[in-house]
């Protein structure tokens, strides 16, 4: 069984990663891909503005339906810092038969180097990288003993980020279809984001 990890802060979770996951699942033949809101990311630096709570309810309710696509609340369980490498180890463990992986945007393959414990990560598990407007997507940018770690697959460029979409709402723009529709309707039910 082949599995896809689509790790994300997900505050909310868009289009653009659905699609990302979409391609990555029809690249490497998965049989699923399972989205995991982190607890506090790594690399950020602000809090996010969803509690995990609605980050996950949101996950929740944009996989709805498809059976090939779950969440996964690993890193919200386990609680602290989730760092990718722990994340995996654990996953290797306790699902010793299935053949995972990781698939991140091309800003995150840009930072690939930077991530904790990396060289001993990529020996774990393989990534599958997808372009996003405004990063380059290359092997050649990547150092040498990282490129067998990483394929790169095909998607339509999707200039959405959580980021993005958060500051719409901030300004009173709608966000209908950057988001999927129950994801819509559970940030305007429960007013954040400025609703
Ligand atoms: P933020 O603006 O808060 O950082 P984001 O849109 O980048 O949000 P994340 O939750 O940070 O979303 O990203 C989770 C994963 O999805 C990362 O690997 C990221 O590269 C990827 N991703 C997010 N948006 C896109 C997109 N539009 N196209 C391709 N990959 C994406
Ligand atoms: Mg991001």
Same mark, same amino acid.
């Given at each position: !069984? ?9 505050? /909310? ?6 699609? =990302?996951?979409?391609? =990555?699942? #029809? ?19 602000? *809090?996010?503005?969803?509690?995990? %709570? ?7 309710? =944009? ?7 779950? /969440?996964?609340? !690993?890193?919200?369980? $386990? ?7 722990? &994340? @995996?180890?654990?996953?290797? $463990?306790?699902? /010793?038969?299935?053949?995972?992986? +990781?698939?991140?945007? *091309?800003?995150? @393959?840009?930072?690939?180097? $930077? ?19 405004? +990063? &380059?997507?290359? !092997?050649? %940018?990547?150092? *040498? ?9 095909? !998607? ?13 709402? *901030? ?16 940030? #305007? ?7």
């Amino acid at each position: !069984m082949k599995v896809g990890i689509m790790g994300g802060t997900f505050d /909310p979770i868009h289009i653009g990663h659905l699609i =990302a996951a979409q391609c =990555a699942y #029809e690249h490497a033949g998965l049989d699923e891909v399972w989205f995991m809101p982190t607890n506090v990311p790594p690399h950020k630096q602000h *809090a996010p503005k969803a509690t995990s %709570q609605q980050r996950w309810d949101m996950v929740c309710c =944009a996989v709805e339906g498809q059976a090939h696509f779950l /969440p996964f609340d !690993m890193e919200l369980k $386990k609680g602290g810092v989730s760092y990718t490498f722990d &994340t @995996v180890s654990l996953l290797r $463990k306790e699902h /010793p038969s299935i053949h995972f992986y +990781y698939i991140i945007g *091309a800003d995150m @393959v840009q930072y690939l180097p $930077k991530w904790y414990k990396i060289d001993e990560l990529v020996q774990l598990i393989s990534f599958i990288g997808l372009g996003r407007p405004g +990063y &380059t997507l290359e !092997m050649g %940018q990547l150092p *040498a003993s990282l490129r067998h770690a990483v394929q790169l697959a095909e !998607m339509p460029l999707i200039e959405i980020s959580s980021t993005a979409i958060r500051q719409r709402k *901030a300004e009173g723009k709608s966000i209908r279809h950057l988001v999927p529709d129950r994801v819509y309707d559970y940030i #305007e039910g429960n007013g954040f984001y400025g609703s």
